[in-house]
């Protein structure tokens, strides 16, 4: 699915659900990343994953962004992990420490 500033794959598994984000995970993209995270809220899943290789760019609003899912996601009883950083990506997520927050897996 493909909206203005990033792009997403949903992939269902017994296991939950894999949001494979594509792009730069920024201001542009914050309105569809909550549009997206209010569906993903009400998804009555027991875990979600989101696929982070294919993120060119996560800024601070970006950050920001992945505190929010973490935040709506954990009130719905929502497990939220992240696959697959990018070095660029994981060195941001290491510089501010959000590695002490998210399950991560490389």
């Known amino acids: 699915m493909e909206k203005r500033g ?3 794959r949903l992939v269902d598994d017994d296991d939950g659900l894999t949001v494979a984000l594509e792009g730069r995970l920024d201001f542009a993209a914050e309105r569809q990343f909550q549009e997206l995270l209010a569906d993903l809220v009400v998804s009555h899943r027991r875990q979600v994953r989101f696929d982070l290789s294919g ?8 950050l920001g962004l992945l505190y929010i899912a973490h935040e ?22 290491e510089l501010t420490e959000t590695t002490k927050v998210f399950a991560i897996t490389r």
Request: glycine letters at 6%; zero cysteines.
């Open 55 to 62: 993120l060119s760019h996560v800024d601070s609003v970006g």
């Open 72 to 93: 709506d996601l954990g009130k719905a009883n929502i497990a939220l992990a992240l696959l697959r950083p990018r070095d660029t990506v994981l060195r941001m997520l």
């Open 6 to 8: 990033i792009r997403y």
